[in-house]
């Protein structure tokens, strides 16, 4: 038992922040505000409530869980681990900054259903338990985006080209979700993915060798172009 601790205990780092971060967030849900900085555009009011799309937005909380299990428990790389880990607690923690000093909320979710089927009522059930405060910016959105990629740049998973796909079409339609049930604001979802983009230059950075391997590449590709011609 102390044996899989010991071998598994770089696992307690996102253990420990999740727990620290959910102890914030419920605080910044619960804290009393005077006044919140509404989120809106124009091209909200043109995106259509589609509830069908709950689907993909329930699905973030396994398709995260799952990817950091894997990270830790299956993949040998600990470098990846860390770099997925790291990454997301980098996106949350400037979630809750933001959260903090700029206090924000959205109207955009509809005060009555245009049908009642499980979907809406899915959706009713979120409305519930997640107050339309503290949205920029999105989690749903930079945490698909990271965990897409985290897969991504799996050495281990570099061949299996439909985990590849799977992962970037679920990352698309979780990131669509948040605006068609009206979680989400663009606003949102572009400062979401700005601030993944930010992380995957951070995190990622594209190696010198392999810089130097790809223009090496494309230079013999094009001797060959004009040898053909």
């Known amino acids: 038992?102390?044996?899989?601790?010991?071998?598994?205990?770089?696992?307690?780092?996102?253990?420990?922040?999740?727990?620290?971060?959910?102890?914030?967030?419920?605080?910044?849900?619960?804290r009393p505000?005077?006044?919140y900085h509404v989120v809106h555009t124009v091209f909200d009011d043109i995106i259509p409530f589609c509830e069908i799309f709950v689907i993909p937005y329930l699905l973030w909380f396994p398709y995260v869980i799952l990817t950091v299990v894997y990270f830790?428990?299956?993949?040998?790389?600990?470098?990846?681990y860390f770099q997925l880990i790291f990454n997301?607690?980098?996106?949350?923690?400037?979630?809750?900054?933001?959260?903090y000093i700029y206090p924000n909320i959205q109207h955009l979710r509809p005060a009555v259903f245009p049908r009642n089927n499980i979907f809406t009522q899915l959706v009713a059930g979120?409305?519930?338990?997640?107050?339309?405060?503290?949205?920029?910016?999105?989690?749903h959105v930079f945490n698909?985006?990271?965990?897409?990629?985290?897969?991504?740049h799996c050495q281990a998973l570099k061949d299996k080209k439909?985990?590849?796909?799977?992962?970037?079409?679920?990352?698309?339609?979780?990131?669509?979700?948040?605006?068609f049930i009206k979680q989400h604001s663009v606003i949102d979802v572009c400062l979401g993915t700005t601030m993944a983009l930010f992380g995957h230059?951070?995190?990622?950075?594209?190696?010198?060798?392999?810089?130097?391997?790809?223009?090496?590449?494309?230079?013999?590709?094009?001797?060959?172009?004009?040898?053909n011609l």
């Open 1 to 30: 038992m102390l044996s899989k601790i010991k071998k598994y205990r770089h696992g307690f780092i996102i253990a420990i922040y999740f727990v620290v971060y959910l102890i914030l967030f419920g605080y910044l849900e619960q």
């Open 33 to 35: 505000v005077r006044a």
């Open 72 to 80: 830790l428990f299956r993949n040998k790389n600990k470098r990846e």
């Open 88 to 99: 997301l607690m980098m996106g949350m923690t400037v979630f809750l900054v933001v959260s």
């Open 126 to 139: 979120i409305y519930r338990t997640d107050t339309p405060t503290n949205i920029q910016p999105s989690i």
């Open 144 to 152: 698909s985006l990271a965990v897409y990629f985290a897969i991504h």
């Open 162 to 179: 439909w985990i590849q796909r799977g992962s970037l079409i679920l990352s698309i339609l979780i990131i669509l979700s948040t605006m």
């Open 201 to 227: 230059l951070m995190f990622y950075p594209q190696r010198v060798e392999d810089y130097e391997e790809q223009r090496a590449m494309a230079q013999m590709s094009k001797k060959k172009t004009e040898q």
